[in-house]
């Protein structure tokens, strides 16, 4: 440990725990609150009703004492919302995915999985112990290349929008890949649900697969709905399977109420006021606009991330806490988190942000940014 310890101090790789303060003065880009619902009074107000009702903790996994009618509820609206015939609520977001790829796989299959993917559908395919096949990033026609001769099932994993970049997934291309070799296609839509398609409908229903029986999406509650736990939405029978084969969801204690009744006021409340979503995506080329006409290099956003290079993980950490002196929270991304091993600042554009804060933003971090 002392060894890997010194690696990493020498390459500028070190991460240290920062526990915020309740009212932190600083303005927040860093963390992942598109709509800013996780302080909204129905949100918290949700959160604290269900805690009441239900007490603070589930008591048991959710075959046991942990499914309640608040959990039933979540799952039925959400599954309305995004299209999606049924629904089952895990305790977070990596549960969810590592529930989805290992109970959908075996040692006969084969899974074809995204570069760029999340680190959870990584550790799934891993856990999974099926054959799997890294393709380039966003590349449907290397998912049907890896596709090509395989004698059996298959299963294509992908992110909807990557975290890194804030880049969308090209869905129909990779439905139509799978569909021609009689694959399924799983698809994590963390950071597309609340962001994409009709009212933050997600990235499955802006490509008009919401519904379709070859197709399971995996969503966060911890995103745009501002509280926490995960989801796995499909047909009725892959939710059923799921219950009687997904390990982190048998084995895991249940999402606690207050958690869950904060993300089900939270779906309300975006089914309510739709343009929450739009706000979102726009703050984000705005600001993906304004930080390129200033010099830096920026990845076009398609939903509410916006990456911005740095030269060196060293320069990374030091902008980012040039920007915390300057009052401004922001993601700072090194490897190993970023398959590209290019450092970069990773802002979340929030529905919530007044033009004032947008102006503040652009001016902090072009103000502080690394001379090369």
């Known amino acids: 440990m002392d060894e890997a310890r010194a690696a990493r101090r020498r390459a500028g790789l070190v991460r240290a725990l920062r526990p915020r303060a309740a009212d932190s003065p600083l303005l927040d880009l860093a963390s992942n609150d598109y709509l800013g619902l996780a302080r909204h009074p129905e949100v918290t107000g949700g959160a604290a009703r269900a805690a009441q009702e239900w007490g603070a903790g589930a008591t048991g996994s959710r075959l046991v004492t942990g499914s309640t009618e608040l959990h039933a509820r979540l799952e039925a609206e959400l599954a309305a919302f995004c299209g999606a015939e049924a629904a089952l609520v895990l305790s977070s977001g990596y549960a969810a995915n590592l529930a989805a790829v290992t ?9 074809v999985s995204d570069a760029g993917n999340h680190a959870s559908l990584i550790d799934g395919c891993r856990l999974s112990r099926a054959r799997t096949e890294v393709t380039p990033h ?9 596709l ?3 004698d059996g099932r298959a299963l294509a994993v992908t992110d909807s929008v990557f975290s890194v970049d804030g880049d969308a997934a090209p869905l129909r291309a990779l439905a139509e890949a799978c569909r021609a070799h009689g694959a ?3 698809v994590d839509d963390a950071h597309g649900l609340g962001v994409l398609g009709d009212g933050g409908r997600g990235a499955v229903a802006a490509a008009g697969l919401a519904g379709d029986a070859d197709v399971v999406t995996t969503v966060t509650l911890s995103k745009s709905l501002g509280a926490q736990g995960g989801a796995v ?7 059923e399977h799921l219950v009687n084969t997904a390990r982190s969801f048998i084995f895991d204690t249940g999402l606690a109420p207050a958690a869950a009744g904060g993300a089900l006021a939270a779906l309300r409340l975006l089914r309510r006021e739709p343009e929450r979503a739009a706000r979102a995506g726009d703050v984000a080329r705005e600001l993906h606009e304004r930080l390129t006409a200033a010099g830096l290099t920026a990845v076009r956003p398609d939903a509410a991330v916006v990456s911005v290079r740095a030269p060196s993980p060293e320069q990374a950490l030091r902008w980012a806490a040039d920007c915390r002196e300057a009052g401004l929270a922001v993601g700072c991304f090194r490897p190993p988190s970023v398959p590209d091993g290019i450092s970069r600042l990773r802002l979340t554009a929030r529905a919530d942000l007044t033009s004032d804060q947008v102006d503040t933003a652009v001016h902090v971090i072009t103000a502080t940014a690394p001379v090369c």
């Open 103 to 111: 109970a959908l796989t075996d040692t006969t299959t084969l899974i």
């Open 184 to 186: 399924a296609l799983l």
């Open 148 to 150: 090509t001769g395989h």
């Open 138 to 146: 966003a590349d449907p026609q290397a998912v049907r290349a890896a």
């Open 233 to 239: 939405l499909g047909p009725a029978r892959v939710i």
